[in-house]
């Protein structure tokens, strides 16, 4: 967590009773100044919400003027589960997805996506190594949407196979629509039985 770049509107009185559009521009000048980010991400906590700031247009108009890409994602505390929230957050990352024609691609081998993983996961970053590992002979890893970074999300559209391990189902959903990739769903590879699993599906597509 110690590299996740953050700032807050610090939200007062003045920003509950007029609004908080003026606290997020000077928020997103500093950000600008600070990082000149390609994307961000704007968290609407409770009073955001509550008080019911228009964070869809805020951020259209934003994107517009700051030449930077400023995506909505709400997540106040009382809007749903932890478990949506987090569908929510992983389905918007699509916005950052380019469309890259399969038959064009230089990959020899097969591309999958792996939907589930978070920063949050126990072990996720070992997990992920050792299935790299292990699938390296025939198959590549595009990305791992909620741990890859933002140059790799681009290239998930091009994935011939979306693995969704407990959660990301909304966001294969729409990668499907989208990019026509089709998904499968499968418990998280525990084990020798576990990977065992995972490869047979793929055996069975491919």
């Known amino acids: 967590m110690a ?24 928020s997103l000048e500093t950000i600008k100044e600070q990082y000149d980010p390609s ?11 509550i008080i019911q700031d228009d964070i869809h247009s805020e951020c259209r108009d934003l994107s517009r003027s700051s030449g930077i ?14 478990q949506d929230g987090y569908e929510a957050a992983l389905t918007l990352l699509i916005e950052l997805m380019e469309d890259h024609d399969h038959a064009d691609n230089d990959r020899k081998k097969i591309g999958v996506n792996l939907l589930g993983f978070g920063q949050d996961t126990p ?54 629509r989208k990019f026509g990739i089709p998904w499968v769903s499968v418990d998280h590879p525990f084990g020798l039985v576990g990977i065992r699993k995972i490869w047979d599906l793929l055996h069975s597509r491919f």
């Not at 939200?11 to 521009?25: A, P, Y």
């Not at 909620?146 to 990301?168: E, F, P, Q, T």
């Open 3 to 26: 590299e996740v770049r953050q700032t807050c509107t610090v939200i007062g009185e003045d920003d509950i009773v007029m609004g908080g559009t003026r606290s997020l521009k000077k």
């Open 123 to 176: 072990g996720a970053e070992a997990d992920i190594r050792e299935l790299k590992y292990l699938l390296a002979p025939d198959v590549e890893i595009v990305c791992v949407p909620g741990i890859s970074n933002y140059d790799r999300l681009k290239y998930a559209g091009g994935a011939d196979l979306n693995i969704v391990l407990g959660r990301g189902k909304k966001l294969a959903i729409e990668m499907e």
């Open 69 to 82: 890409r400023v995506l909505p994602v709400e997540c106040s505390g009382f809007g749903g589960s932890e």
């Open 39 to 49: 994307v961000v991400f704007l968290l609407q906590g409770c009073v955001s919400d």
